[in-house]
């Protein structure tokens, strides 16, 4: 008798420890989680929150720095397992290009806007719509300034220039990164010049230059200055494989307030997971939504774990 309660009272015992997730261990494969960063400040502000969750939470992360189009085929070769910067519109040949081998978690941030803009002193000199470029071709110097080699949104200024749109057949695309960019936009503002560039928002430009976004370029950016989403996506079959890292990912949206704060905090000189931290610290409340039915690697309530890590 003692010995079939004793067997009773270790299945009870094994079964709880069951049901409470203390075996659910996370496998090996799943255990680091390798994203890819455009080198773009907005994804490198997700991929902040996003690693500072999971280490919380016992995985290892690696970040790829890779543009837009070698991030979708390493996708491809499965090489990288999460993508937080799918941006939608402008990137939907990718997606559809890609549609076998990825697969779209969510969308994880709305009321973005990206397209062109030029600073307020050229927009109150005329330039307020794509029709108006043309006419100050001088001023600059017909050319605009993109972002990095091959990404989506040249291409559309490409396709744009090889039309001949709004009469700008004889300009041409200027692809540097967003860095090198941003600095010739500098350049420029310190001296008054007239140049255009692709522009976005969440991003801190928007705070560091006084730039206004040209309306028109609705066949090439879509309707409400290039409005756009940004989607989560992952390899395929990634969710199957790593569940418990994919529950994060459905769980996880970001607003604009809180991307351009942690841009803003990185700028001044912290990480992004050190911004990432310090805004999670300030608010706190959203760790709730976001590592509900997530475990740590070895089972455990994610929750508890990641406010622990943050000394919340």
Not at 23 to 29: G, H, I, K, L
Not at 228 to 254: G, W
Request: aromatic fraction near 10%.
């Amino acid at each position: 008798m003692k010995k079939i309660s004793l067997q009773k009272t270790l299945l009870a015992a094994l079964v709880s420890t069951t049901a409470s997730g203390a075996f659910a261990a996370v496998p090996e494969q799943c255990q680091t989680v390798t994203m890819t960063d455009p080198g773009w400040t907005d994804i490198s502000a997700t991929n902040g929150f996003a690693t500072t969750v999971l280490e919380a939470l016992g995985y290892k992360t690696d970040i790829k720095l890779l543009a837009v189009p070698i991030g979708f085929e390493s996708i491809k070769n499965g090489e990288i397992d999460v993508f937080l910067g799918n941006w939608m519109p402008a990137q939907s040949t990718f997606i559809e290009k890609y549609a076998d081998n990825l697969d779209v978690i969510r969308t994880n941030l709305t009321g973005v806007k990206f397209t062109l803009a030029v600073p307020e002193y050229m927009y109150d000199k005329g330039v307020q719509d794509f029709k108006d470029l043309n006419t100050f071709a001088k001023d600059f110097g017909a050319r605009i300034y993109g972002i990095g080699a091959g990404s989506p949104a040249n291409q559309n200024l490409m396709n744009m220039i090889d039309k001949n749109d709004f009469d700008l057949g004889d300009w041409r695309v200027v692809e540097s990164g967003e860095q090198a960019m941003l600095s010739q936009v500098a350049r420029a503002v310190k001296r008054e010049k007239g140049i255009v560039f692709l522009a976005w928002e969440p991003h801190p430009m928007n705070v560091n230059f006084d730039l206004k976004y040209l309306s028109g370029g609705d066949d090439y950016f879509g309707p409400n200055y290039g409005g756009a989403t940004i989607h989560t996506v992952t390899r395929k079959d990634y969710a199957s494989e790593c569940p418990n890292v994919t529950q994060l990912l459905k769980n996880m949206a970001f607003t604009l307030d809180m991307e351009n704060t942690a841009i803003a905090m990185a700028s001044e000189g912290l990480s992004p997971n050190e911004a990432a931290s310090q805004w999670l610290k300030q608010n706190p409340d959203i760790l709730d939504s976001w590592l509900e039915g997530v475990s740590t690697t070895s089972g455990q309530p994610g929750l508890v774990a990641v406010k622990s890590a943050l000394d919340l």
